[in-house]
């Protein structure tokens, strides 16, 4: 499975962006998938994810209420919508797909079994 991550850039404070992260290879319509941020010196953490079939999603509490994270599993990507944006949220923000399971949300990287590339964003103050 490859992940492409897209949609990153700069943008100001309470402002907004969409990312994607198409899979190729294989489907990963079936996988639980994950957002994951790490900021400048510091260590990557959970954002948010979602279940095959979108019935169950968690969010890290610092974005709840602020972004949205969904799938489309005919186009085999999923998304992760990020509005009210603070300069906080600037990071590399990473998909990640969880193939062992099709209903539980880990938090936990190491549960991750293939990741994107990560892609940068940039809130301005």
């Known amino acids: 499975v490859q992940l492409q991550a897209s949609g990153g850039g700069l943008v100001q404070a309470g402002g907004s962006l969409r990312l994607s992260c198409a899979g190729s290879g294989r489907t990963v319509s079936t996988y639980v998938m994950g957002w994951f941020r790490q900021a400048p010196g510091k260590e990557r953490e959970f954002v948010a994810a979602?279940?095959?079939?979108?019935?169950?999603?968690f969010y890290a509490d610092s974005v709840k209420g602020r972004f949205t994270i969904s799938r489309d599993n005919a186009k085999n990507t999923v998304y992760l919508q990020m509005n009210s944006l603070k300069p906080e949220d600037t990071a590399v923000y990473y998909c990640a797909a969880d193939e062992s399971t099709r209903w539980s949300i880990r938090q936990l990287e190491s549960f991750y079994e293939y990741w994107g590339q990560g892609t940068l964003v940039t809130v301005s103050s």
């Open positions: 979602i279940n095959w079939n979108g019935g169950r999603i």
